[in-house]
């Protein structure tokens, strides 16, 4: 790795000094991200204004070994843009354009850095649908979401980034553009390395540009919130729709820890005591909507729902689903850290993964509060808790081991949605097996042998900044 | 590699002698596949019954650096599942079963030599839907469809196959068994291997067992056939369509040769003088399904269709398919060879597209026609000749080039659905680049060193077996 000044200089030749950084400020603004208890500094700060210019960067940072840290808006919960071995982390705040809406063939193509709320309501406003909604998509960036392959409410009936992402323009390691998929629906030639790239935190290049599938807007939606005394009967209604051949767009779940976290934040008249509320939404034709929440809502009533409310407009449909959208803020504000999880099971396994989840607090004495989406049994075990108390941040470590662990033996993944980052890089195994493991890496060392690209994430690394061999 | 004798010795050990052949008749019956024009005898064809048998053959060509094919029902268009350096053809005959389906979850998991239409069948005996539908769909397994990630018919509104894989287990060339992700619909646990390896046409491991996304059945369909006097007006009504934000579940193309081929061999009613035939199937809701139709027969007469026709009841619908079902085998039995190419471009292009296929004809004198999905964009250009007629061939061979370079001119691709395999591995570099060529290099080389898995398929080999350096 060149020396710091070096470094800078030679990131100034490429870019002009004003979009290299390298201040205290710049670097401690840049040392962590939204993962609580991850902190490292960069060395250096840039924000590349094209493609060229992350070539040179990536060309420069792979001749002379420097650790590269691609970051959107940071907001990704598994420290996946955290620095940890120093080098440059690399912005995209200069790269925000939407560079083309095409109609006839349902696509837009974007910079990485404009963010998801930006686009989505700009495709809104031309007529079209893009559906993932991460939480954080109101300042995350869609290079996040594709490198995280981010989820979101409406991941049940429209999939993830995953399954919107047609093409990729991607500076690899060695400085070289690849050119992946494109506007065709269908395409295969050779391997997928579009879908290679989703998901992948960074780990194998740097996303300079991404050609997005659009949909028809839903005609209409409708909500519906109902009220459980008891866990197993929500997450029965959830089966129950699902049987009926009814594929809601939204079935998201709140237990009654944070259901009483919500109240107390939001004050939206939910009932405290309940065991558990789903909020459901459907969207499309309004003839199959109203149809759709018809047997929805005979369904929640013949399990024994004690409250089942439809909301009468759109205004009174958002009142509704503020009780979910503020979960992690009402959480936030009951203790001075906040870790939220992702583990996800096979939709039929829900009710089991929470009674799970509320033993394992009561095991090692941890406030848990669990909300999620239930219908693709991506829960978030969010554990309030203080990082200063060392004691209990133990106990929170074993809690979380254990709540992964279990998602496992339920057939299901340490992340859902959250990516693997520096976080779960420990438990990665659990879920890819060595085989699996053996394979991710035997693939990483093919693309980046150096180990430049966001090095310590999906992978742990030792403190020489290699990866740890299986 | 092992002398033949030895090989089949050990592999007999492995198997039973029962499912160890190399008589020449077998040889012969496995030395081609569906592709004109590829022949090369293996030296073995095994039939495994279990994962374990799977992986102890794998092992023993992996130690003997014996070339392994594996073959669902060799129904590929690419010379995918051809021998090119003798070795093993593993077969799944004896791999069939439905594992099983799980109604909670919305999956089933299968072994991968159950064919698709057995597998369609049960699941919709059960109440679900898999919408893949490749056309050989018959005969085609699910393993084969999972490696060539095979499109369909209904590609346009569902995806294609990689759009309902879920979860693999996988024989690396190693030996090891990696198991992909699984029933959950969110999952970002390292890598997206389950995507690496659909459509990897065999040569990066052995699928060994497959879980896959189901969907509720769509309620009700209609089907609507469209003739034209001119193919931009056609196409022109397929870009009105989606800008009228309908996707239908299908939207087939036939331009005239292949009306006129198809009318020969079925006699269906068709006007063999029209320039181009849109047949267009929509399901869902039935209320919805009314309504797309009239608004799609409204389009299709603005845009001057000579005839527009909708099926009056299922048995109809069936007879005006019949029309692109049999545009194969009406081809077929025209000359003695038939090539069936798949080039692919953006759905605005679908025009331009045949317009060029049709002068590329009269270019290079050989008869074309040209059909195919035209929603999304994945046309299958035809060409009729006989394999014998070297001079002829030659002027094939060149038409097809200049197709193939066409589709890549509007932003296309060389293959929509049929894969890259032997037939198209010269070609490969002109969609995916130098650099896009040399990550998936990279890619085979770090998985399979001894290049056992499928040679000379996706990847040209020189006459040893190894990758000719990109």
Same mark, same amino acid.
């Given at each position: 790795?060149?020396?710091?000044?070096?470094?800078?200089?030679?990131?100034?030749?490429?870019?002009?000094?004003? $979009?290299?950084?390298?201040?205290?400020?710049?670097?401690?603004?840049?040392?962590?991200?939204?993962?609580?208890?991850?902190?490292?500094?960069?060395?250096?700060?840039?924000?590349?204004?094209?493609?060229?210019?992350?070539?040179?960067?990536?060309?420069?940072?792979?001749?002379? @070994?420097?650790?590269?840290?691609?970051?959107?808006?940071?907001?990704?919960?598994?420290?996946?843009?955290?620095?940890?071995?120093?080098?440059?982390?690399?912005?995209?705040?200069?790269?925000?354009?939407?560079?083309?809406?095409?109609?006839?063939?349902?696509?837009?193509?974007?910079?990485? @850095?404009?963010?998801?709320?930006?686009?989505?309501?700009?495709?809104?406003?031309?007529?079209?649908?893009?559906?993932?909604?991460?939480?954080?998509?109101?300042?995350?960036?869609?290079?996040?979401?594709?490198?995280?392959?981010?989820?979101?409410?409406?991941?049940?009936?429209?999939?993830?980034?995953?399954?919107?992402?047609?093409?990729?323009?991607?500076?690899?390691?060695?400085?070289?553009?690849?050119?992946?998929?494109?506007?065709?629906?269908?395409?295969?030639?050779?391997?997928?390395?579009?879908?290679?790239?989703?998901?992948?935190?960074?780990?194998? @290049?740097?996303?300079?540009?991404?050609?997005?599938?659009?949909?028809?807007?839903?005609?209409?939606?409708?909500?519906?919130?109902?009220?459980?005394?008891?866990?197993?009967?929500?997450?029965?209604?959830?089966?129950?729709?699902?049987?009926?051949?009814?594929?809601?767009?939204?079935?998201?779940?709140?237990?009654?820890?944070?259901?009483?976290?919500?109240?107390?934040?939001?004050?939206?008249?939910?009932?405290?005591?309940?065991?558990?509320?789903?909020?459901?939404?459907?969207?499309?034709?309004?003839?199959?909507?109203?149809?759709?929440?018809?047997?929805?809502?005979?369904?929640?009533?013949?399990?024994?729902?004690?409250?089942?409310?439809?909301?009468?407009?759109?205004?009174?449909?958002?009142?509704?689903?503020?009780?979910?959208?503020?979960?992690?803020?009402?959480?936030?504000?009951?203790?001075?850290?906040?870790?939220?999880?992702?583990?996800?099971?096979?939709?039929?396994?829900?009710?089991?993964?929470?009674?799970?989840?509320?033993?394992?607090?009561?095991?090692?004495?941890?406030?848990?509060?669990?909300?999620? $989406?239930?219908?693709?049994?991506?829960? $978030?075990?969010?554990?309030?808790?203080?990082?200063?108390?060392?004691?209990?941040?133990?106990?929170?470590?074993?809690?979380?081991?254990?709540?992964?662990?279990?998602?496992?033996?339920?057939?299901?993944?340490?992340? @859902?949605? $959250?990516?693997?980052?520096?976080?779960?890089?420990?438990?990665?195994?659990?879920?890819?097996?060595?085989?699996?493991?053996?394979?991710?890496?035997?693939?990483?060392?093919?693309?980046?042998?150096?180990?430049?690209?966001?090095?310590?994430?999906?992978?742990?690394?030792?403190?020489?900044?290699?990866?740890?061999?299986?």
């Amino acid at each position: 790795m060149l020396k710091r000044d070096d470094l800078k200089k030679r990131l100034s030749a490429i870019l002009g000094a004003e $979009h290299v950084h390298d201040s205290n400020e710049m670097k401690l603004a840049y040392s962590y991200d939204a993962t609580p208890n991850y902190q490292a500094l960069p060395d250096v700060i840039v924000s590349p204004g094209n493609m060229e210019e992350i070539q040179a960067i990536v060309q420069l940072c792979n001749e002379t @070994g420097t650790p590269i840290v691609p970051r959107g808006s940071g907001t990704n919960l598994s420290a996946g843009t955290c620095p940890s071995e120093g080098g440059i982390v690399l912005l995209f705040n200069r790269m925000t354009e939407i560079i083309e809406l095409d109609a006839d063939n349902l696509t837009a193509t974007v910079q990485p @850095g404009v963010t998801t709320e930006t686009f989505i309501r700009y495709v809104e406003e031309q007529g079209f649908f893009y559906p993932p909604d991460p939480g954080s998509m109101r300042i995350s960036t869609i290079g996040g979401n594709i490198s995280e392959n981010s989820g979101g409410l409406r991941g049940l009936k429209y999939g993830v980034t995953r399954d919107y992402v047609m093409g990729l323009k991607v500076i690899m390691p060695n400085g070289e553009c690849v050119v992946t998929g494109g506007k065709c629906v269908k395409d295969v030639a050779g391997y997928d390395l579009t879908r290679l790239m989703v998901g992948s935190e960074g780990t194998l @290049g740097v996303i300079g540009e991404a050609t997005l599938k659009l949909l028809p807007p839903p005609e209409s939606k409708q909500t519906l919130m109902a009220v459980y005394n008891d866990i197993e009967a929500a997450a029965q209604t959830v089966s129950e729709i699902i049987a009926a051949k009814i594929i809601p767009a939204t079935m998201e779940f709140l237990d009654q820890p944070t259901i009483e976290v919500v109240e107390d934040y939001a004050g939206v008249g939910l009932p405290t005591d309940a065991a558990a509320i789903l909020l459901i939404e459907q969207d499309g034709p309004s003839e199959m909507v109203q149809r759709d929440l018809q047997v929805i809502q005979r369904i929640c009533q013949a399990q024994q729902a004690i409250d089942v409310e439809r909301a009468k407009n759109e205004e009174h449909a958002e009142k509704l689903l503020t009780a979910r959208r503020v979960a992690l803020s009402a959480c936030a504000r009951k203790k001075p850290t906040t870790i939220l999880e992702d583990a996800t099971v096979p939709r039929s396994k829900v009710a089991a993964m929470v009674q799970a989840i509320n033993g394992i607090a009561r095991k090692y004495e941890v406030q848990i509060c669990t909300f999620g $989406h239930a219908g693709d049994g991506n829960l $978030h075990p969010t554990i309030l808790t203080d990082a200063r108390d060392l004691e209990e941040m133990k106990r929170v470590e074993q809690a979380f081991a254990e709540i992964f662990q279990k998602a496992i033996e339920f057939g299901g993944t340490i992340t @859902g949605e $959250h990516g693997v980052g520096m976080m779960k890089a420990p438990y990665l195994k659990w879920k890819a097996g060595s085989s699996g493991l053996n394979v991710m890496q035997s693939i990483k060392r093919a693309l980046d042998p150096k180990n430049i690209m966001n090095p310590g994430k999906i992978f742990q690394s030792n403190p020489d900044g290699e990866m740890i061999a299986e």
